[in-house]
């Protein structure tokens, strides 16, 4: 068989098949279902708090447990980045983007400068 899949495509195939594609279907399905839902209905309040639950969790353990290149640098100066971006989060009106890019900056520079 001589096609494109011998050229060393195949595992990009493999990835939009079997990672891509179905994530992807949900999230198309999830738009045609929500069409009319209230975002103030208890079921979704529920679904968000769950949402920012985990998500405080995640960021919970990478902060106080963190592996790679995250465990070099000190305690104090992951919590600090992370103060740092909340604190941008909230002066620049709930800029996520913006709360971010200026916890990374931290972050980078804790990192450069402890190591």
């Known amino acids: 068989m001589n096609g494109a899949l011998?050229?060393?495509l195949w595992p990009w195939v493999a990835l939009i098949l079997f990672g891509f594609l179905p994530s992807e279907i949900w999230r198309v399905v999830s738009i045609f279902i929500s069409r009319g839902l209230d975002e103030r209905s208890p079921v979704l309040v529920w679904v968000r708090a769950v949402a920012t639950?985990?998500?405080?969790?995640v960021v919970a353990k990478l902060l106080?447990?963190?592996?790679g290149a995250l465990a070099a640098i000190?305690?104090?100066g992951r919590l600090g980045a992370m103060a740092a971006g909340l604190s941008v989060f909230f002066l620049t009106r709930k800029s996520v983007f913006a709360a971010v890019l200026f916890a990374?900056?931290?972050?980078i520079?804790?990192?450069?400068w402890a190591g």
């Open 6 to 8: 011998d050229h060393g």
């Open 53 to 57: 639950a985990l998500l405080a969790g």
């Open 104 to 107: 990374e900056a931290v972050l």
């Open 74 to 76: 000190p305690l104090m």
């Open 109 to 112: 520079s804790v990192g450069y």
């Open 64 to 67: 106080l447990t963190p592996s």
